[in-house]
Nanobody
Framework: QVQLVESGGGSVQAGGSLRLSCVAS????????MAWFRQAPGKEREAVAH???????TYSDSVKDRFTVSRDNAKNTLYLQMNSLKPEDTANYYC???????????????????WGQGTQVTVSS
């Protein structure tokens, strides 16, 4: 059974930090492109960061230089270190997995295969 379980969300004041985790199970995690998405009420889902099975990362402009995505393949865990948080970062954060394989891109052309339930991040001013 495929599972992605996020944790680490919470409430923080602007300028603070949080570290999100996503534990994966039920699939070959090390072959997958992993990503963090977020969705705020009334807004479309936004891709925040990607990390490929080769460790290459990409970020949205809105979080670049503040957020860092990383992965631990031995622990099947994805992380998102969020620093200098702003009220506009308030959203439900989801992790997602998409098969990348050998030589594939991250993100790929296919939709992501697996999604977590999300963890809420609230940043107050």
């Amino acid at each position: 059974q495929v599972q992605l379980v996020e944790s680490g969300g919470g409430s923080v004041q602007a300028g603070g930090s949080l570290r999100l985790s996503c534990v994966a199970s039920g699939f070959m995690y090390r072959w997958y492109c992993m990503a963090w998405f977020r969705q705020a009420p009334g807004k479309e889902r936004e891709a925040v960061a990607h990390i490929g099975n080769d460790g290459k990362t990409t970020y949205s402009d809105s979080v670049k230089d503040r957020f860092t995505v990383s992965r631990d393949n031995a622990k099947n865990t994805l992380y998102l270190q969020m620093n200098s948080l702003k009220p506009e970062d308030t959203a439900n954060y989801y992790c997602a997995a998409g098969y990348q394989g050998n030589g594939g891109t991250c993100p790929g052309r296919r939709p992501f295969d697996h999604w977590g339930q999300g963890t809420q991040v609230t940043v107050s001013s």
